[in-house]
């Protein structure tokens, strides 16, 4: 199957500071990617839809000015968490759409702590 | 996209098949079945899609009812390694919609 990359896998960062977190498709181009986060013991929560070229979709309630998205290639998406707070650790997932029926395929996750 | 209901938690026995259910009563006519599971800390796992006939790949079977209306996924020797949240999702297959994520089914496979 298609592979998404993601990275980092874990970051631990200080309260205030900005956090990126990369999304690659490897063998495969993507238009549109997704962005979820989970909290512990939940389901994944839709954040944003990213597009290439264009801005990314933020679900309600997502600040769209906290949690920046880029998606500057056709394999790429990054998110950035600015002046992260204890309140944003979570676990952070990418997807990718990829074939006919649009299968979904997922990176790894990035697990962010902000102490 | 269709809401979905799936129990919270089943247990199966090591090397037994188990069998998953989904509620759909909401399906549109133009929207597919897929499954995904999430074994502990890692990303979603795509497992198995279908729109109206039932589909089988090396992971899984799909069973659909004639009505569309729920659908059962079915692991036919389950192992140790497929205890994980199972997700039954209901989506248009094409035009880049989202995917929305329900609660799941935790299932525990005992040895």
């Known amino acids: 199957g298609a592979v998404v990359s993601q990275h980092p896998s874990w970051v631990i960062c200080k309260s205030g500071t900005s956090v990126k977190i990369e999304c690659r498709s490897l063998d495969f181009q993507a238009t549109t990617m997704f962005w979820y986060r989970q909290f512990p013991k939940q389901s994944l929560m839709l954040m944003a839809t990213s597009n290439e070229g264009s801005k990314a979709t933020y679900e309600q309630g997502v600040e769209k000015d906290k949690f920046l998205i880029n998606h500057a290639s056709l394999t790429l998406s990054t998110l950035t968490v600015t002046s992260a707070h204890p309140e944003d650790s979570s676990f952070y997932i990418c997807?990718?759409?990829?074939?006919?029926?649009?299968?979904?395929?997922f990176g790894s996750g990035t697990q962010l702590s902000v102490l | 996209d269709a809401k979905t209901t799936q129990p919270t938690s089943m247990d199966c026995a090591e090397g037994r098949a188990a069998n998953l259910p989904c509620n759909h009563s909401t399906i549109s006519g133009n929207e597919y079945v897929y499954w995904y599971r999430q074994i502990h800390s890692q990303g979603p796992q795509y497992i198995i899609h279908?729109?109206?006939n039932n589909e089988t790949n090396e992971m899984a079977s799909l069973i659909i009812t004639e009505d569309r209306k729920s659908s059962t996924l079915i692991l036919p020797h389950a192992t140790l390694r497929d205890t994980a949240v199972y997700y039954c999702?209901?989506?248009?297959?094409?035009?880049?919609?989202?995917?929305?994520f329900g609660a799941g089914t935790r299932l525990f496979v005992k040895a």
């Open positions: 997807s990718a759409p990829q074939g006919t029926n649009e299968k979904l395929f």
């Open positions: 279908g729109l109206k």
């Open positions: 999702i209901v989506r248009v297959a094409t035009g880049g919609f989202k995917t929305i």
